[in-house]
């Protein structure tokens, strides 16, 4: 019988990488807060690619990490192998990459749940979430009832998750959990737009089955880089990746068989993620590419089991067993987990606002591949800045919004809440106009003091990053003061580099702003150099390198925070608006943007529409006066 | 805010005509394109309401129009922004180029209502009025919109498409290339990407061109006929005009000065000046006139070289096609009617189009036209297409022009991929400005479509 079991600030219903954030960062701004998972042995689960960062990715983690998050410090905790992806390519795209012991990183998340004050972690299957007056009520399978001001949904792909194996499929959560299926039926009868995505992961094979003298040994970088700005533990690389490819029986193996696929065959509605296709996509689509490349990622150290990046698949598993004993090194690899598709509810983004509050429900939140992103570093990124925000409602303080011209966390809410999704979200560099500024070397500069105003960054942590920025600056001043002779040492050192030589003496900033001249090649000369960290004459050099690009990518930040400014009333009603087109109207009312820099963002919306809004909301203003 | 220009006199041929600029920078831009006359003050010194006389000149400072510039210091000014208004003399082919002057010096074309739409945000004109500015730009809007729909089917609406789809492709595939490291993806060739860069900015330049073949046909062309002394160059413009305007003789020198006036050839507008002939000379008047020559060979956008086919190549002749090398220009090679003592093979290196003509018989005239028409890109100007060459195109053009450049600036200088890309980026979105696109998502659907990638 139903009982009325206690009350909460904040609820948080998963306990996945958005939903670990989430709870985090309440129960950290001192709100009451309760997380429910499904099982508590998922929680921080990875069930797909034991890694965490990457292209982009690893961004949102440094930025989490800046602004207070958990994802940074336990990615490093767990580090089993790390690379810095792109190096070569420019400050821009550097991006680290880490695999994880995964069993260890889940262990970990879930013991920093369960010592956090103001934190009740809790295995129950929500099963109803309704409203009564300012009251949001949350029932569980066991008929608990639990209440609380705010409702944050970060339930992955749990909700009304189905697999899909061949001609087989069943409900189900990911890795063999419970789907969470009668709550799929609650938050569309709350009226929420719910729709279905669908996402893969391919099989697990035993490590003692493979034979690495066929394939390619990827190693970690020799010098590891922290994700976390704070860095507490001693990182190494542990363990080796491994890369073999797909070969023509691959290929003929999965055109034979496409038939018995259920996507091709049209079983499955939900829409897959256009960035991470199954193998029998890939081959479809791109029949020319003779081979695919499959990377061989351990999930542990104290496992066998082997991840096939590369190989999702909802082929039949005799298919799946077929195609992967074709792959050179894998002849005779025994499958431990069969690669599954696996469909799910989720919400168009468009509801919601960029607090992650939904627009038409005061007090919930989504966060996480509920929103339509797809990825546990987008997940978390969005589930701190939806457990912020659900803290703020509770505390009356106004909600955070990153913009974009801040970080990628910003990015990633403003496409997901003012563009929407057809297909599940990733992040990359390339979705960021501002990326030369916004370096995965310089998230604590761009988020630290807020993370600290709002009071997820600790007093001793900030002093530290205050100082990290007083050593940057003077190290810059002392590089554009100090001179440097027009001597032979000086030239066999430049043209060395293939530079030009010099003719009489210059600054020091001169030559580094040479392309081909680096921070460490000038040690030589440079006889008053201070002993400095990597990460401070990092910024310095990035920021004279870059200079000419950085200085004209703020000015168009300058100018884009203008509009971003310009805050647009919660219940402006479009259509009355004088001169604004009905288009335009329309679109503006749907997606009701937070700012007119939101707003011109918006496709279908045009200059001329904004020059109209600024005009109204001008007038709004002097007549509130 | 952006600064922002216009001509805000009406677009008629009038006594004198005034472009006002308003924003932060104004007086700063304007300062740029104005030298007063008086050295003691520069704009930039000046109080508000206060005025000065000078000169407006080009960003390559060749000197444009007297003019007289007022200053308004924010708030106190119609826009209740810094406003500078250029009162110039000229017609509106001068005033257009003040105004490109002023554009290229930062400002942006001010969009229909913008003065008036800025003084109301800055509470400089009445609420009631505010109704009446979001009609204007709601109208203005509708228009631009039929206009953009008209366009669609243009040619020159394709070929843009056309440009921005290949740096889209481009950028795709720099941004596949980096955001899926780990996938073989082709790394992208420095050679290709060299390639596909200069192709785009040469398409680019030949677009700007054909703007520019919309101003030849409408406003004309400066164009200098110039060549050593009698080689017939007066007798050139003779046949062209049709009629006497320049005073032929047989004697070196005659033509002191330069004799302009505008004739039509073909669908292009030449504003044709003859000149003394270019040689050194004792004589102080003729002196003047082969400096002042000299100086409007220079500063012609179109050149008609002439040389006198009856008679030896002197230096002077050399020295001539060294000086025009990077012009355009057209090789008259005049006198047919007497017996040719070289062949034009000898300026063959010089890779300009040459026409040979007895402009004392009018022989090869056709060719001339044709060959003027070919040089200048007028040939298969239609009037009756959509109106094309506004100004916000144009200056939209040059910034994509612009970032192309700075991207193969980027690749020259070695610096990393990153910063190539941002270019390349923004060069994309100056030429989606023109369709409504943004660079990122057009850039994402690429990358889906055309590379393998993901785990």
């Known amino acids: 019988m139903e009982f009325f079991a206690k009350q909460y600030d904040i609820i948080v219903i ?133 209440s609380a001001a705010c409702v944050i949904l970060a339930t992955g792909t749990f909700l009304a998750g189905k697999i899909y194996v061949g001609d087989v499929s069943f409900e189900s959560g990911p890795d063999g959990m419970f789907p969470a299926k009668e709550l799929g039926v609650a938050v569309r009868a709350l009226g929420l737009p719910i729709r279905r995505f669908k996402t893969g992961t391919p099989s697990r094979v035993n490590r003692r089955s493979i034979d690495f003298t066929k394939m390619e040994e990827q190693k970690g970088d020799a010098d590891l880089v922290h994700f ?65 490349q499959i990377f061989i990622e351990p999930c542990g ?60 429900f005061d007090g919930l939140f989504g966060a996480g591949q509920f929103n339509g992103s797809s990825g546990y570093e987008e997940a978390a990124a969005q589930g701190l800045v939806a457990g912020i925000n659900a803290a703020h409602k509770i505390l009356g303080k106004e909600p955070l919004i990153l913009d974009r011209a801040g970080s990628y966390i910003g990015t990633l809410i403003d496409d997901l809440v003012t563009k929407g999704c057809t297909d599940p979200y990733r992040m990359m560099t390339s979705r960021s106009e501002y990326r030369l500024v916004l370096r995965q070397d310089n998230a604590d500069e761009r988020l630290t003091p807020i993370g600290y105003e709002i009071g997820l960054i600790s007093e001793e942590r900030y002093q530290i990053f205050l100082e990290k920025q007083a050593m940057i600056r003077a190290e810059r001043k002392r590089i554009e003061k100090t001179s440097i002779p027009c001597t032979d040492e000086v030239n066999a050192i430049l043209v060395s580099h293939e530079t030009s030589p010099l003719k009489k003496g210059c600054k020091m900033i001169e030559l580094l702003k040479r392309p081909s001249i680096s921070y460490d090649s000038l040690a030589p000369i440079d006889t008053s150099r201070p002993n400095l960290p990597r990460e ?69 919306v045009t200059p001329a529409d904004i020059s109209v809004l600024l005009i109204y909301l001008t007038k709004a203003g002097e007549e509130n006066d | ?53 000078g000169y407006v000149h080009t960003p390559d400072n060749r000197k444009l129009d007297e003019c007289v510039a007022l200053v308004f210091r924010a708030p106190h000014s119609y826009t209740g922004e810094n406003v500078v208004e250029l009162s110039c003399h000229g017609g509106l082919f001068l005033l257009k180029k003040v105004l490109e002057a002023v554009y290229a010096a930062g400002a942006v074309p001010a969009e229909a209502g913008e ?87 040469k398409e680019c330049e030949a677009l700007l061109s054909t703007f520019d073949a919309a101003q030849i046909v409408s ?24 009629e006497e305007k320049s005073i032929v003789t047989d004697i070196a020198g005659t033509t002191r000065d330069v004799v302009e006036t505008s004739v039509r050839m073909g669908n292009a507008v030449l504003k044709l000046s003859d000149t003394a002939g270019l040689r050194e000379s004792e004589d102080k008047v003729e002196q003047i006139g082969i400096e002042l020559s000299r100086k409007k060979a220079l500063s012609a956008s179109f050149i008609l070289a002439v040389f006198d086919v009856s008679k030896p190549l002197e230096d002077e002749d050399f020295a001539l096609l060294e000086t025009i090398k990077n012009k355009r220009a057209i090789l008259v090679l005049n006198k047919t009617d007497l017996s040719a003592v070289w062949q034009p093979e000898i300026l063959e290196k010089y890779a300009k189009k040459t026409v040979f003509l007895s402009a004392k018989e009018g022989n090869g005239y056709q060719n001339l036209v044709d060959a003027v028409e070919d040089a200048l890109g007028t040939k298969d100007f239609n009037p009756y297409a959509p109106m094309l060459a506004t100004e916000r ?14 991207a193969l600036d980027a690749i020259h200088m070695g610096l990393t991929l990153d910063a190539v890309n941002v270019s390349i980026d923004s060069a994309i979105n100056a030429f989606l400005e023109l369709t409504g696109e943004r660079a990122t998502e057009r850039i994402t659907e690429e990358i889906f479509k055309n590379f393998c990638v993901g785990k």
């Not at chain 1, 999965?254 to 256009?274: H, V």
């Open chain 1, 536 to 604: 401070v004459f990092e910024q310095v050099e990035i920021s004279i390198k870059y200079e000419g690009y950085i200085k004209r990518q703020e000015a168009q930040i300058k100018e884009m925070r203008r509009l971003e400014k310009k805050i647009i009333p919660a219940h402006t009603d479009y259509e009355t608006i004088t001169g604004l087109r009905l288009e335009a109207a329309e679109k503006l009312s749907k997606i009701r943007p937070h700012n007119v820099g939101q707003a011109s963002r918006i496709s279908g």
């Open chain 2, 1 to 53: 805010m952006k600064t922002i220009a216009a001509i805000s006199t009406a677009p008629a041929v009038g006594g004198i005509g005034v472009i006002r600029i308003s924003g932060e920078q104004a007086i700063e831009i304007a300062q740029s394109v104005f030298r007063p006359l008086s050295t003691k003050k520069s704009l930039s010194e000046m109080k508000g309401y206060t005025a000065a006389f």
């Open chain 1, 14 to 146: 998963g306990a996945g990488h958005a939903g670990i954030e989430a709870a985090l960062a309440g129960a950290r701004l001192g709100v009451s807060t309760a997380v429910f998972a499904i099982n508590l042995d998922s929680v921080g689960n990875m069930p797909c690619n034991p890694s965490i960062g990457g292209t982009s990715k690893g961004h949102l983690v440094r930025e989490i990490d800046a602004l207070g998050g958990e994802m940074g410090i336990a990615a490093d905790a767990n580090l089993i192998q790390s690379r810095m992806l792109n190096l070569g390519k420019g400050p821009a795209v550097h991006s680290l990459r880490a695999q994880i012991d995964r069993k260890d990183y889940a262990r970990y998340m879930k013991h920093v749940l369960e010592t956090q004050e103001h934190l009740d972690l809790i295995q129950a299957e929500i099963t109803d979430l309704y409203k009564k007056e300012d009251t949001w009520f949350v029932k569980t399978k066991l008929e608990a009832v639990y």
């Open chain 2, 393 to 406: 195109q144009k200056v939209c053009l040059l910034n994509a022009s612009g970032c192309i450049e700075e």
């Open chain 2, 115 to 201: 003065f008036t739409k800025r003084a109301f945000l800055n509470k400089k004109i009445d609420l009631t009025e505010a109704e009446a500015v979001a009609s204007i730009i709601a109208a203005h809007s509708d228009a631009s919109a039929a206009a953009a729909v008209s366009a669609k089917d243009g040619v020159l609406f394709q070929k843009i498409q056309k440009i921005a789809s290949d740096l889209v492709l481009l950028s795709a595939h720099l941004a596949a290339w980096t955001d899926y490291p780990d996938d073989d993806i082709d790394a992208l060739d420095f050679g290709q990407l060299e390639k596909t860069l200069s192709t785009a900015k």
């Open chain 2, 219 to 242: 406003v004309g062309v400066d164009t200098a006929i110039i060549g050593r002394t009698n080689v017939g160059k007066s007798s050139l413009m003779n046949l062209i005009c049709g």
């Open chain 1, 228 to 292: 976390s700005f704070d860095p507490r533990c001693k990182i190494e690389n542990k363990i080796s990746c491994h890369i073999t490819y797909t070969n023509e029986t691959t290929k003929q193996i999965i055109l034979d068989n496409l038939d018995r696929s259920p996507m091709y065959a049209g079983k499955i509605e939900g829409k897959g993620p256009r960035y991470c296709p199954s193998i029998e996509d890939k081959i479809v689509r791109f029949s020319e590419k003779q081979r695919h």
């Open chain 1, 301 to 360: 150290l104290d496992t066998e089991e082997m991840y096939l990046q590369g190989l999702s698949s909802s082929l039949p598993e005799d298919v799946q067993a077929d195609f992967v004993h074709s792959i050179a090194g894998l002849e005779h690899a025994q499958i431990m987990r069969n690669a599954y598709a696996i469909e799910y509810d989720c919400v168009d983004p468009t509801a919601l606002g960029a607090s992650l509050e939904f627009l038409d």
